[in-house]
Nanobody, 127 residues
């Protein structure tokens, strides 16, 4: 299991940008598929984006395609979520998640697929 710590959240106006970071502990980070989820008040946690441990495969929810980019730096044990053209409906607590994978192309996309979670970082987009 890895320990995950998110950072980079904050308050931004609609149309603005934020970059979230998720720092992971552990020597085998490069074998973990990583994902970002979000949860707005009163709503279920939902998938945002995920990336395989190789970094070669990514997957996004439709509403963030083109606007968000997930990436990773295995040397720094960090995964990022670049969020551009933010909208008020992007407001939520954003969570980083990880799961060990034997497949370099595995890109999980549901809450049940992931084994480790961070504590979350708040993103608020004002209109």
């Amino acid at each position: 299991q890895v320990q995950l710590v998110e950072s980079g959240g904050g308050l931004v106006q609609a149309g603005g940008s934020l970059r979230l970071s998720c720092a992971a502990s552990g020597r085998t980070f490069s074998r973990y598929a990583m994902g970002w989820f979000r949860q707005a008040p009163g709503k279920e946690r939902e998938f945002v984006a995920a990336i395989s441990w190789s970094g070669g495969s990514t997957y996004y929810r439709d509403s963030v395609k083109v606007r968000f980019t997930i990436s990773r730096d295995n040397a720094e044990n960090t995964v990022y979520l670049q969020m551009n053209s933010l909208k008020p409906e992007d407001t939520a607590v954003y969570y980083c998640a990880a799961v060990y994978s034997f497949l370099s192309t595995y890109v999980p996309a549901t809450v049940a697929d992931f084994a480790s979670w961070g504590q979350g970082t708040q993103v608020t987009v004002s209109s």
